[in-house]
């Protein structure tokens, strides 16, 4: 908002989607205390809408897999620091390298990494030498422990955690 107000704009906007009203966002209240808006969400507009308008007007990003906040990918309660951030990025990055496609998340546990992957790469991923690629990749980015997330990738699954318990295979 200090940039805004520096650069003489009245009203700053984000790309909040209706979806996104339906979980829980922790940086909503952000928005809300210093008038952000969210004119997708304002206008019903879901994340399939936004994909749709896209794609018909050959917008290249269209099919891209969403990417919120690396915050998302820490529990509730740890601290958000550079140096974690940059271990999920990294370890994200690295596993995008490999040749995952589509939904991807390394959830931060301290030194454990949890992977959650699409339906599809979940089923790919699960052989050996690719566990083994996939560990590296991980370890590489300074992470001790990988978890493979059995469940697959849930948008918000943090928002989540204790309602299952986790079934998790360990990579080695």
């Given at each position: 908002m200090p940039v805004a107000r520096e650069r003489g704009l009245a009203v700053v906007v984000d790309g909040t989607n209706a979806d996104d009203l339906s979980d829980h966002r922790p940086g909503r209240a952000a928005t809300t205390e210093h008038d952000v808006?969210?004119?997708?969400?304002?206008?019903g507009f879901t994340k399939d809408d936004i994909r749709a308008l896209s794609k018909a007007r050959d917008i290249p990003t269209w099919a891209q897999p969403s990417s919120p906040c690396l915050s998302s990918r820490l529990p509730y309660g740890t601290a958000v620091t550079p140096l974690r951030l940059a271990r999920v990025e990294a370890a994200e990055r690295a596993l995008r390298a490999l040749g995952i496609a589509g939904d991807l998340r390394v959830r931060f546990y301290g030194e454990t990494a949890r992977v959650e992957l699409g339906a599809r790469e979940l089923v790919?991923?699960?052989t050996p030498e690719r566990q083994r690629a996939m560990h590296a990749a991980v370890t590489g980015a300074g992470f001790a422990f990988v978890e493979l997330d059995l469940r697959g990738f849930r948008s918000g699954s943090l928002n989540r955690d204790g309602a299952e318990p986790p079934r998790v295979e360990v990579l080695a």
């Open positions: 808006r969210s004119p997708l969400a304002e206008l790919e991923w699960r």
